[in-house]
């Protein structure tokens, strides 16, 4: 079966630097997204990875490995704003995106 | 200007009852989405439609059915609603369903459904 691992919860300090992981067992590989969730509200689009490697946006950097069928997002300089839910979706062969439940992460002063 | 949006924001209703939530998008994309999000968070595909033609039909109950007049819009309405029913739904829209990088999905603001 497809499936697709994440912590479910996170927590970090303001200023700091936190990474989630996320593994993945899909039919085939087209892609990983990362998407970040505010409460009650909806899915945005942080990155997309399909090499192997890292991929750097402004403070979050996202890493992929296909052989090890593995990815992470880096949230660096920590903010409050950066309290939500982050979604790792993979694309399977069909182009079907398979989701993870979400990482909450939390961060305190 | 919204670029995906639904309505209602927020539904109420009894068991038993048929309801509809709507959803457009002015983005121009070729292919949208119903997402349903339960309590355990989990992001369920219910079904994708590609310039007005379904593509994905995961198995969700025949009580939901989709309908796209054209390929802005995709409007899920649901018989006989069922307390298993209450959730989030999602609707999204991406540029093309043919994958990789432009399968970027843009959500409309959820409709919560709670069922009494």
């Known amino acids: 079966g497809q499936n697709i691992d994440q912590p479910t919860e996170m927590t970090a300090t303001e200023g700091a630097i936190v990474q989630i992981n996320c593994t993945y067992q899909t039919s085939g590989f087209n892609g990983l997204f990362w998407y970040q969730q505010h409460a009650g509200e909806a899915p945005t689009f942080l990155s997309y990875n399909v090499l192997d490697g890292l991929e750097e946006k402004g403070r979050f950097s996202s890493f992929l490995s296909r052989s090890k069928g593995y990815s992470y997002l880096l949230l660096k300089e920590l903010q409050m704003k950066d309290s939500a839910s982050y979604l790792c979706a993979a694309l399977d062969s069909n182009y079907q995106l398979i989701w993870g439940a979400g990482t909450k992460l939390i961060i305190k002063p | 200007d919204t670029a995906v949006s639904q309505t209602p924001k927020y539904l109420v209703t009894q068991m038993g009852n048929d309801k509809s939530i709507k959803c457009e998008q002015n983005l121009g994309h070729d292919t949208m989405y119903w997402y349903k999000q339960d309590s355990k968070k989990f992001l369920k595909i219910m079904f994708s439609?590609?310039?007005?033609?379904?593509?994905i039909n995961e198995t969700v109950p025949n009580r939901f059915s989709p309908k796209s007049p054209d390929k802005a819009h995709l409007n899920l309405h649901i018989n006989s609603l069922e307390l298993g029913d209450s959730a989030v739904y999602f609707c999204?829209?991406?540029?093309?369903?043919?994958?990789?990088?432009?399968?970027?999905?843009?959500f409309g603001a959820g409709s919560r459904l709670t069922v009494l």
């Open positions: 439609y590609n310039n007005k033609e379904l593509i």
């Open positions: 999204a829209s991406s540029q093309d369903s043919s994958g990789s990088g432009a399968n970027v999905l843009t």
